[in-house]
């Protein structure tokens, strides 16, 4: 946990990059997360990108709108 919040201003940066151009894709995947022995939760996995550019992944135990990150 420790070794991805240190990675969260590298992926503000990559985000608020692609943020500024006009163009966007997005995907969203499903993802059975195992929350204990035999019980899942149904998480989401998203990538942001552009052609020829940088990449980002965001990884979301539920469809919320509040963001997880700063893209100042």
């Not at 992926?11 to 059975?32: C, H, N, P, W």
């Amino acid at each position: 946990m420790r070794a991805g919040e240190l990675l969260l201003p590298l992926f503000a940066a990559i985000m608020r990059k692609l943020l500024a151009g006009s163009y966007l894709q997005a995907d969203e995947t499903l993802v059975a997360m195992q929350v204990h022995p035999g019980t899942y939760h149904q998480a989401y996995l998203w990538q942001y990108g552009r052609p020829r550019a940088s990449r980002a992944f965001d990884f979301q135990m539920d469809r919320g709108q509040s963001l997880h990150y700063s893209t100042r």
